[in-house]
């Protein structure tokens, strides 16, 4: 896969999670997707369908009002580097929280695999981020 199509893979996904546009969830994910995450407090690995990730989605991004600000990125061989800050409400507060954090993407066939996440503690943001 192109460089210039990683990037249009990823720009789709980003519409995913800002616009809502989770009828291209199918298009952006491989047909077993894993994710694995780990933070201060915890780590976790899960496999999901596209459908599945998507009612995941979902309902994080209705509970926590999720948007996230990108400082880097970058598309090499079949893997995606982004260096971002994660904006959420708290549903209890209703406060902005943010919380920095580097992820990698493996690109397989066209679709998002797989990726890891390795977030800051809470309260967390990049220097340069713009807010």
């Not at 780590?43 to 999901?48: H, N, Q, R």
């Not at 959420?88 to 066209?110: F, I, S």
Request: proline share 5%; glycine share 4%; hydrophobic share 35%.
């Amino acid at each position: 896969m192109s460089e210039t199509q990683m990037r249009e893979l990823f720009s789709k996904w980003i519409e995913v999670w800002h616009d809502r546009r989770d009828e291209v969830i199918p298009e952006c994910l491989a047909p077993r997707y894993t994710r694995h995450g780990s933070s201060i407090q915890s780590s976790f690995s899960a496999v999901y369908t596209p459908e599945e990730y998507g009612r995941v989605l979902a309902a994080e991004r209705e509970k926590f009002r999720i948007r996230f600000t990108i400082q880097d990125q970058a598309f090499v061989g079949d893997r995606i580097w982004v260096r971002l800050t994660l904006h959420r409400t708290d549903p209890e507060t209703a406060e902005l929280r943010n919380r920095a954090a580097l992820q990698v993407y493996r690109v397989e066939d066209g679709k998002l695999a797989e990726t890891w996440v390795a977030y800051q503690q809470p309260g967390s943001a990049w220097t340069d981020d713009p807010g």
